[in-house]
């Protein structure tokens, strides 16, 4: 028997219960149980329950007009959690890959925003590719040495500073000229909260910050907190799955075309969606403080 409620196949139970597993299914269907998801969450301290509710405190009434949320992602160019549906008789096809580690891949830093239709302003501020442009020290079958190419990299707190410094905050200012003020969250991640980095940005924006300009500042969510961060609450989950659509349909495997496919789906990621992710996330925040900064509460969800 499985020691984790509710986790049991239909044949463990039918042998339990002394019944054949059809039956078992037949009993479920008719009597309405559910096939959830499972899903883990961040464990949570003391600490990060007192942070999350003062967070959560602190922008209970946020209606996040004039809010940015980033944060990076890797995306993949195959699934490796596919289900195929294979006919009777037939062998399924396989694939066959050194490691999980090999399937290629980018990372992506992706900075959204609440759309306003005032200001013809969809929601999307930008996508960068994480990485730098480096020479290629051997020839292979792919280029020459010497060959400028773009490799991908994890991000750092050094490589955070630069992208928020020439790209995230310039976006920001170009695409919401229209604000007096722009908060920009992140998480906490070693890379996005060193103090280094921070005081690079700090000191960028203590230059940068003029009149006539959306003044920029920093927010940073509590730790173990991606439920408060638009993009893993909500946009990351459906883009992998959009860039995953496209990749399949393609059939094109290499990092170019990855990168060209990520950044077309941002790009056309729907306001609407945008806009009830940002409402889901005010919703979070109700039920975060209900929880007394807990985590353990049913996911609300927009109407359309």
Same mark, same amino acid.
């Given at each position: 028997?499985?020691?984790?409620?509710?986790?049991?196949?239909?044949?463990?139970?039918?042998?339990?219960?002394?019944? /054949? $597993? /059809? *039956?078992?299914?037949?009993?479920?269907?008719?009597?309405? =149980?559910?096939?959830?998801?499972?899903?883990?969450?961040?464990?949570? %301290?003391?600490?990060?329950?007192?942070?999350?509710?003062?967070?959560?405190?602190?922008?209970?009434?946020?209606?996040?007009?004039?809010?940015?949320?980033?944060?990076?992602?890797?995306?993949?160019?195959?699934? *490796?959690?596919?289900?195929?549906?294979?006919?009777?008789?037939?062998?399924?096809?396989?694939?066959?890959?050194?490691?999980?580690?090999?399937?290629?891949?980018?990372?992506?830093?992706?900075?959204?925003?609440?759309?306003?239709?005032? @200001?013809?302003?969809?929601?999307?501020?930008?996508? =960068?590719?994480?990485?730098?442009?480096?020479?290629?020290?051997? +020839?292979?079958?792919?280029?020459?040495?010497?060959? $400028?190419?773009?490799?991908?990299?994890?991000? &750092?707190?050094?490589?955070?500073?630069?992208?928020?410094?020439?790209?995230?905050?310039?976006?920001?200012?170009?695409?919401?000229?229209?604000?007096?003020?722009?908060?920009?969250? /992140?998480?906490?991640?070693?890379? @996005?909260?060193?103090?280094?980095?921070?005081?690079?940005?700090?000191?960028?924006?203590?230059?940068?910050?003029?009149?006539?300009?959306?003044?920029?500042?920093?927010?940073?969510?509590?730790?173990?907190?991606?439920?408060?961060?638009?993009?893993?609450?909500?946009?990351? $989950?459906?883009? +992998?799955?959009?860039?995953?659509?496209?990749?399949?349909?393609?059939?094109?495997?290499?990092? %170019?075309?990855? =990168?060209?496919?990520?950044?077309?789906?941002?790009?056309?990621?729907?306001?609407?969606?945008?806009?009830?992710?940002?409402?889901?996330?005010?919703?979070?925040?109700?039920?975060?403080?209900?929880?007394?900064?807990?985590? &353990?509460?049913?996911?609300?969800? +927009?109407?359309?």
């Amino acid at each position: 028997s499985r020691t984790e409620a509710w986790e049991f196949t239909f044949r463990e139970m039918g042998e339990v219960l002394g019944v /054949a $597993p /059809a *039956t078992v299914l037949r009993y479920l269907r008719r009597n309405k =149980w559910r096939y959830v998801a499972k899903k883990l969450r961040p464990a949570l %301290e003391p600490k990060h329950l007192e942070a999350r509710k003062a967070w959560c405190e602190e922008n209970r009434r946020n209606t996040f007009e004039a809010w940015i949320d980033i944060d990076e992602k890797w995306f993949y160019t195959v699934s *490796t959690g596919t289900k195929l549906k294979v006919p009777p008789g037939t062998r399924p096809p396989r694939k066959s890959i050194k490691h999980k580690k090999h399937i290629t891949k980018v990372m992506c830093l992706v900075a959204v925003a609440r759309p306003c239709a005032q @200001h013809r302003f969809g929601g999307i501020v930008g996508v =960068w590719r994480v990485g730098d442009m480096e020479v290629a020290k051997r +020839s292979s079958k792919n280029r020459a040495a010497g060959t $400028p190419e773009f490799k991908d990299k994890t991000m &750092d707190g050094d490589r955070y500073a630069d992208m928020m410094i020439k790209k995230v905050i310039p976006a920001a200012r170009s695409r919401m000229p229209w604000c007096d003020t722009i908060v920009i969250q /992140a998480d906490n991640a070693p890379g @996005h909260a060193s103090q280094s980095s921070n005081n690079r940005i700090k000191r960028y924006l203590g230059k940068s910050n003029k009149p006539n300009v959306p003044n920029v500042r920093l927010n940073f969510q509590p730790a173990q907190s991606p439920d408060l961060n638009v993009l893993d609450l909500a946009v990351f $989950p459906s883009l +992998s799955k959009r860039v995953g659509k496209v990749q399949k349909s393609a059939g094109v495997y290499d990092k %170019e075309q990855l =990168w060209k496919n990520v950044h077309t789906q941002v790009f056309s990621y729907s306001s609407d969606l945008l806009t009830r992710a940002f409402d889901t996330k005010q919703k979070v925040i109700k039920q975060v403080l209900a929880c007394e900064g807990g985590n &353990d509460y049913e996911l609300p969800h +927009s109407k359309k």
